[in-house]
C-alpha cells in the first residue's frame, strides 16, 4: 500500500498517510487512459469548420460555352469544383466533435491515472489551504511555503472557494473539482496535489 506525504501550508509538520488502494492503488489500463484523454480532448474541439457545395455558391448558372465546337470541354456551370471559387467536394460541415464512453472505462481512466501517478510519487496533501478573501500573492507564497510548483494541479472542494479565485491568474496552476477529475488533466500536470477536503470527496466518488 503506498503512502503519500501530507504538507502544511506552511511547509511545515509534513506526514504520511496511506493512500486508498481502491482510488490510487488499481492497476494501470493504458487503453482506459488513452480513450480518457482521446474523450476530453474531442471535447474540446468546436466542429465548427464548414465549407460550401455546388448548390451553395453564388455563381451564374449560365453554361460557361455553348456545348459543341469549342474544342473545350463541355462544362455546365461554374458552381462545379474543377473552377476556381466552385464548391468543395465531401468539405467539412459543422458537426459534434464530442465521443460517448461508458461510465465503467471513464471510471477505469480516472483510477489508472491516478494509481500511475500514486507509483511516480507524484501525488501531494495540502493541509490547512484556506484564504479569507482571494488573493493570487498569498496563494503563490502558500504553494511555495509547502515546496509545490505552479504548474501543479490542484485539486479543491467547496470549501476552497477563495483559493480557486486567487489561482485564476496563474495560467500554469491547473484548477480542478474532485468531481470534475479527467484522466487528462492528471497526466498532464506533474504533481497531482489534494486539499484534504478533495482528497476525501475524491474517495466518496471514485472509490
Known sequence: MSTVKVIDVNGVGAEEIELVPSLFGVNVN???MYMGVKKFLAGLRRGTASTKGRGEINKTTKKAWRQKGTG??????????QWKGGGVVFGPKPRNMTLDLNKGTRRAAILSALSQRAQEEAVLILRGLKLDVPKTKTLISALKAAGIPENALLI?????????????NLPRLGLLHYSELNAYDVLLHPAIVFTEEALKGAEEVYA
Open 30 to 32: 493504458e487503453t482506459a
Open 72 to 81: 473545350h470541354a463541355r462544362q455546365g456551370s461554374k458552381r462545379a469544383p
Open 156 to 168: 479543491f472542494a467547496e470549501e476552497n472557494g477563495e483559493v480557486v479565485l486567487s489561482g485564476l
